[in-house]
């Protein structure tokens, strides 16, 4: 039996999507193999893989000027890729430290090029991030690097700084939770086991004039530029993981678009919030203005009852709920294809537990 799954990622897929590819498992469309055993060059899967493109640009308004990628490697990978492409010319780059994520962004372009953290909030163990308003860019960096939504301290940024410089965003964990404005930045990428697909796929997400200007002296596996002319398949891309976003994509757009999950999302987020800040048994400490949408953290009263309480909530069939080591307490990452009554679920077993233990 499927259960309330609030792992942070690898996440819970929409139970439609599933079942939709179960029943095309062992055949696609009339081909006489799984959309696994096809070439990624044959007609059909490249139909397969041009109306996920299509979806997506639509799903997210983005403007003709960009392309959209479907890369291997991870959000990890443009750790890098991000600092070889664009690090060549002043060999400079500003990152905002707002997060685990962000310092592991920040410690791989530091072998690459020079990385001036222009804001931080480590001082703090994350517990807000930095406002973009004091953000000062410096005048050699190449870009501005942030992450809007760091999922293991459940911290985001809601609104992108306007600022003129290349602006580069790190969405693994918020893409597709709400309508964004992608003229906003240069470049934007995510990990698809969020919000997006199964593993193993990156979205990116890129300005054309932008991606010209990066180095051309690079290996072609790195090189934004490489992929975008070979329509993600420099190399064979991960033909499952992109034929599954496809359906998650079909899936945003037949169930109202981000516009209904932003309503959705922010509804769930809101009640669990109002839940936590109304109990004296349970607390979350990230400042109001930064707390994020999709993965809420808190934490018990008495973390001796951490054990208890995680072993309860899976007798319950809720499920990875147990917040990232570097943080403690708990972690509830509430993604769109977490339906409104997993999170009502959620509450209801956290006030019992409360009124035994509490
Ligand atoms: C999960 C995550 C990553 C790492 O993603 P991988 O695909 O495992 O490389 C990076 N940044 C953010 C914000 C994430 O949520």
Redesign the pocket.
């Known amino acids: 039996m499927r259960k309330w799954n609030f792992c942070a ?1 690898p996440a819970v897929l929409p139970e439609d999507v599933l079942k939709e590819v179960k029943s095309e498992f062992l055949e696609f469309n009339n081909s006489g193999t799984s959309i696994m055993e096809m070439s990624h060059r044959s007609e059909i899967y490249t139909s397969v893989a041009i109306e996920a493109k299509k979806d997506l640009i639509e799903i997210l308004n983005i403007p003709k000027n960009y392309d959209v990628l479907f890369l291997q490697g ?4 443009q750790f890098s890729m991000v600092p070889y492409n664009f690090g060549h010319n002043t060999k400079e780059a500003d990152y905002v430290l707002s997060g685990s ?1 962000s310092k ?1 962004a920040i410690s791989e372009a530091s072998k690459i090029i020079k990385v001036n953290t222009i804001a931080s909030s480590e001082g703090k163990n994350f517990t807000y991030a930095p406002d973009p308003n004091d953000w000062k860019v410096s005048e050699k960096s190449a870009y501005l690097h942030f ?1 809007p ?3 293991i301290q459940g911290v985001a940024i809601h609104e992108p700084p306007i600022i003129d410089k290349p602006l580069i965003s ?1 969405a ?2 918020v893409i597709l939770s709400e309508p964004l404005d992608v003229s906003k930045f240069s470049l934007i990428y995510a ?1 698809a ?2 919000n997006i697909g199964p ?1 193993g796929l ?1 979205i990116v997400i890129i300005d054309r004039e932008f991606m010209e200007y990066g180095d051309q002296n690079i290996p072609n596996i790195l090189k934004y530029s490489e992929h975008s002319n070979s329509d993600s398949m420099l190399n064979t891309p991960p033909t499952f993981a992109w034929y599954m976003a496809g359906k998650v994509f079909k899936w945003i757009k037949d169930s109202g678009g981000l516009d209904y999950f932003s309503i959705q999302n922010n509804k769930k987020a809101s009640e669990l919030y109002k839940f936590i800040d109304e109990s004296s048994f349970y607390s979350n400490n990230i400042d109001i203005k930064n707390r994020s949408i999709m993965n809420v953290t808190f934490f018990l009263a008495n973390d001796d009852l951490d054990k208890t309480f995680l072993s309860n909530a899976e007798e319950n069939g809720l499920l990875n709920l147990k917040g990232h080591r570097s943080v403690g307490g708990m972690r509830a990452s509430i993604y769109n294809a977490m339906p409104f009554e997993g999170v009502e679920e959620l509450i209801k077993f956290m006030e019992y537990f409360e009124s035994k233990y509490g």
């Open positions: 990622g991870g959000a990890t990978h994520w592991k992450c939504n760091e999922t790190d693994s964990s990990g086991q969020k593993s990156t």
